[in-house]
């Protein structure tokens, strides 16, 4: 199984639709996970940490579910500057790194 | 201002040459990365350096060699280069080792390296 897992897409949905990614995490240590951005041929930026059982920020929400080892982001209200790949992360405590998931490509179309 | 800066942005070359991409951050932080992009947009740790000391050197061939001379620059030399280098290389950084929990890890704008 691989550390970070996540469904690569593309995700197409249309402006003002919500949309749903999952990851699943093979490390049950791992405490704290977070959401990355990253639009073509630019640099990952984060977009939220995911602790707890979850948080929201605006239209986007983080949940975790430590039982089934995954953690999901749901975007609202979906615009087109939201189309991007989403990097899911989970710590490597052993390691002292952060694992990347292989991403997410959403596509918002008008 | 730029908070992790990496130079060349682009980089094409021959099989066989050496080549270094350097990397700067103003952002006062310990620990520094380099990451590789392939072409199926897989992000992988490379070396990790805090405080200029090595923490991570991952399973990379050993004609790549970072080199750290002070906290706020990690550059990256690549010996005998191979097609199969190329990439996007991302260097980054953040305040303490990992980048857990607040402790952010901000990324350069990468640079791609072609091998032909």
């Known amino acids: 199984r691989k550390e970070v897992e996540q469904d690569p897409g593309p995700f197409n949905v249309p402006e003002g639709a919500t949309v749903a990614f999952n990851c699943t995490y093979s490390n049950s240590a791992s405490q704290s996970f977070f959401w990355y951005r990253q639009d073509c041929r630019k640099e990952p930026k984060l977009l939220m940490s995911?602790?707890?059982s979850g948080n929201e920020d605006g239209r986007f929400t983080a949940q975790l579910n430590r039982a089934s080892q995954y953690i999901s982001l749901l975007i609202r209200d979906s615009k087109l500057s939201d189309s991007a790949t989403y990097l899911c992360?989970?710590?490597?405590?052993?390691?002292?790194?952060?694992?990347f998931g292989s991403g997410t490509r959403l596509q918002v179309q008008p | 201002d730029t908070a992790v800066s990496q130079t060349p942005k682009y980089l094409v070359t021959q099989m066989g040459n050496d080549k270094s991409i350097k990397c700067e951050q103003n952002?006062?932080?310990?620990?520094m990365y380099w990451y590789k992009q392939d072409s199926k947009k897989f992000l992988k740790i490379m070396f990790s350096y805090n405080n200029k000391e090595l923490i991570i050197n991952e399973t990379v061939p050993n004609r790549f060699s970072p080199k750290s001379p002070d906290k706020a620059h990690l550059n990256l030399h690549i010996n005998s280069l191979e097609l199969g280098d190329s990439a996007v290389y991302f260097c980054a950084s953040s305040q303490d080792v990992w980048g857990g929990l607040g402790n952010e890890q901000f990324f350069g704008p990468g640079t791609r390296l072609t091998v032909l």
């Open positions: 952002l006062g932080h310990d620990t």
């Open positions: 992360v989970a710590p490597d405590t052993g390691r002292r790194a952060l694992t």
């Open positions: 995911v602790y707890s």
